[in-house]
Structures are given as C-alpha cells and as structure tokens.
C-alpha cells in the first residue's frame, strides 16, 4: 500500500510595493532638501565668501543660521504630521524652501544671505520629522531600522550627485548659479511627491490585499505592545508636559546634538579642507568630495540592517560616533601624506551618518505613540541646533589659532561624546527581549 504524502501548502510571501512606493520618494525629497547645505559649502568655497566680504566667522554664522530657523517649526510639524497629513505639510514646505533658493543666488550683502539662510531653515524645519512619521506609518518596528537607513540614504546621495555638479556649475557659471539650479530642482518635487505618497496604508489604493493586511495587523501588534510598555512604566498615554520630564528625551537630543556637531562641521568645511590639502581644482574637489559620502551609503544600511537583526540600538549608534571622531581626528596626523588623509577621510565617511537608522527607531519604541511625532521634533529641532554650532566652532578655531586641524579636533571630541551618551539609553534599546 502506498502512502499518499500530503504536505501543507507554503505561506504566500507579502508583497514589498511599499518599499517601492514610500522610500524613494521620501529620499528623493529629502536628497533635495539636503542639497542646499552642500551648495552652501561650494558656493563658500567657490568665491561667495569673497563677493560677499565674507570672514571665515561670518561664513560659519550665515552656515549655522540656517538651523537657527529650522528650530521652530520641528515640534508643530511633528505633531501635524502625526495627528494630520505629512503630504500636505511637506508639499508646502517644497514651495517654500524653492522659493528660498532661488532667491539665494540674488543675495548682494551678509545681511540678505543670513534672513534667506534663516527662512530657508524654516521652510525645511518640519520636513524631517514628517518623512519619519511616514516612514514610521508603515514600517514595523523590525523593518524600522532599515527603512530609516535606506531613507537616509539620500544625505549621502545628495553629496555624491551634488558635489561634482556644484563643483562643475561653480567653474564654469559662478556660485549664484547653484542656487538657482537648487530652487528650481526643489520646486519640481512637486510633480513626484503628490501622485506617489500616502499618509497611511489605509489610504493607498495602490496597496495590496495581502500587503494591507500584513502592515494594519503587524503595526497595530507594535502599537499594542509599545501602550503594554507604557502601562507598566506608567506612560501609557502621556502628555506634552510629561514628554517634557521625559529624562530620554533630553539624553536622545543630547546625542543628536552632538552627531550634528561633527557631521555638519564636517560637511561644509570638508571642501574647504580639501581644497587646501589637495591642492586641486573645485571640480576635482567635487569629484574627491564624493566618495566618502558614497561610502556613507554602505555605513547606513549596514547599521540599519545590523540594528534590525540584533535589535541593539545604542551599541550601533554608540560605536558609529566614536568612530567618526577617531577617523576625522587621525586625519589631522598625516599632513605630508595627503593619500593616506584622504582615506582617513573616507573612512570618516563610512560611519559619518550611519547612526541615524538605529537611531530614528528608537522614538516610537520609548514614547507613547500620541506624543513619538512630536518627540522626534524636539529632538531633530534642539539637535540640529548642533548644525549651528559645528560650522561656527570650525570658523571659530581656526580664525583664533589659525589652523583647521584644531577645529577638526574639536569636531572628533563632540562626537565621541555623543557615543559614550548613546550607552546610557534604556535597556529596551540593547536588544529584542
């Protein structure tokens, strides 16, 4: 007698349309929005400084005034983006910061370049922390991580499309000319943003059956598991007041503070300080500028995947930090050997961004999910004034010592600082339980 063998038919694999349809277009807006920073650093380096009689301190001061204004809008654009619609909020804020950029590339004096530096900080304030909470609508929290990275993926992207362009468009058309290409590009996002976002996936009517399903039972799994948390911690529903008290908070921002510190510094003066050690032209020195932000691309996914697989948050963000400092520091060592510099340099580059995927999911994991949008606004609007500090304290240091080495010097302290916080974070984000 033979046996009949009957076996279970296999699970059908949930579709991935997400990944297609919500990351890219985050990225390619926030690739954009990102874009300004470093035209800054080109236009400083491509004779903006002299049109303008800029000093270095000056130059520094109008870098950091951007973060200045995007302070003010982090906290409501959080909230809004959470309790409303992140596609709205972010669709406006396209128009506002293109707007800026355009008329950047007409500034004649130190005073217009500060209040559009400033304004433009505004405009891009909230755009952040909405792409998060879109990101966080549809992402669970054990995709979170390399969602994130794959998010931040523009920073360096943007880095590797705009330095050699910049650098081009600064030798052959002049610095203005890369603010008028920037505003235009941004206010053509429009025409990609509006068709392909959703707030939520039970919004999109592009979404799958199976996809659907999967993501409203998975994320409201989170959900429920994050309010089973905050029962026993007594913050199951807290208020903005107790988001306030919140010791996390402030130590999360602390850290963000410091990353933006020496990630900032490191950004706008690096072709600065490339110009100086290589001896080349601005083109070349776009071409240069790219490849550590290449490598950033590899240091993200790679912490964020390795985040999400260990669920060890704070180990990843700690190290990438330290790291960071002790590259960008070695790299002061070596002045007679500018090859083994500059590959100091990129390995700068390898962990200059990579604690950001770990590190943007942590906020819904530790606060409750009224309050985590707003959260992230506290902690992106009070860090990034890091952004401010970084560029003024390089401009700073080397004005009063007149060496850059100093000012990288204080960079690489801020950083490791940074990573030593990141251990004191609570246990739940040392690893799945």
């Known amino acids: 007698m033979q046996l009949e063998v009957v076996t279970a038919p296999l699970p059908r694999p949930i579709p ?4 297609i349809r919500i990351i890219p277009p985050a ?5 954009i929005a990102y874009m300004d920073r470093i035209v800054f650093s080109f236009a400083m380096a491509g004779g903006m400084n002299e049109a303008l009689r800029l000093s270095m301190t000056s130059a520094g001061l109008a870098a950091g005034t951007f973060f200045i204004g995007y302070l003010l809008l982090q906290v409501p654009a959080g909230h809004v983006a959470e309790h409303g619609s992140a596609k709205k909020y972010i669709l406006w804020a396209i128009v506002a910061w293109g707007s800026c950029g355009l008329l950047t590339g007409f500034v004649h004096n130190t005073r217009q370049l500060l209040a559009l530096r400033f304004l433009l900080g505004v405009a891009e304030g909230g755009v952040y922390p909405s792409l998060l909470v879109i990101i966080g609508n549809w992402f669970p929290q054990r995709e979170l991580g390399r969602a994130n990275a794959l998010f931040l993926c523009s920073l360096p992207l943007s880095a590797v499309i705009t330095n050699p362009l910049a650098g081009w468009i600064v030798t052959n058309h002049g610095w203005r000319w890369l603010f008028f290409v920037e505003g235009a590009v941004s206010l053509g996002l429009i025409f990609i943003w509006l068709p392909l976002i959703s707030d939520h ?6 979404l799958s059956t199976e996809e659907k399903e999967y993501l409203l039972t998975t994320l409201a799994t989170d959900k429920a598991a994050r309010e089973a948390v905050g029962r026993t911690t007594g913050h199951a529903k807290c208020s903005y007041k107790q988001l306030l008290a919140d010791k ?3 130590l999360m921002t602390a850290i963000f503070f ?3 510190t020496g990630t900032t510094g490191w950004v706008m003066w690096l072709p600065t300080l490339l110009k100086n050690i290589m001896k080349m032209s601005l083109t070349n020195v776009g071409w240069l500028n790219s490849l550590p932000f290449l490598m950033s691309l590899i240091g993200l996914y790679l912490m964020g995947a390795l985040s999400d697989k260990k669920g060890n948050r704070r180990f990843y963000i700690a190290f990438s930090l330290i790291m960071f400092g002790v590259c960008f520091s070695s790299a002061t060592l070596f002045p007679s050997h500018i090859w083994l510099v500059y590959g100091l340099l990129v390995l700068s580059g390898l962990v200059e961004k990579s604690m950001q995927g770990p590190f943007w999911a942590i906020p819904s994991l530790i606060f409750s999910p009224g309050v985590a949008g707003g959260a992230r606004g506290i902690i992106n609007g009070i860090g ?7 560029p003024v304290l390089v401009g700073w240091i080397t004005t009063r010592t007149g060496s850059m080495t100093f000012g990288i010097y204080g960079l690489s ?6 990573g030593i916080l990141a251990m004191l974070l609570p246990r739940i984000t040392a690893g799945y339980e």
């Open 16 to 19: 991935h349309v997400r990944w």
């Open 27 to 31: 990225i390619v807006v926030y690739m």
């Open 201 to 206: 996936p039970i919004e999109a009517k592009w």
């Open 248 to 250: 996390y908070l402030w």
């Open 258 to 260: 410091c990353f933006c």
């Open 384 to 390: 990034n004034l890091g952004g401010f500090c970084g």
């Open 413 to 418: 302290v801020v950083s490791v600082l940074g």
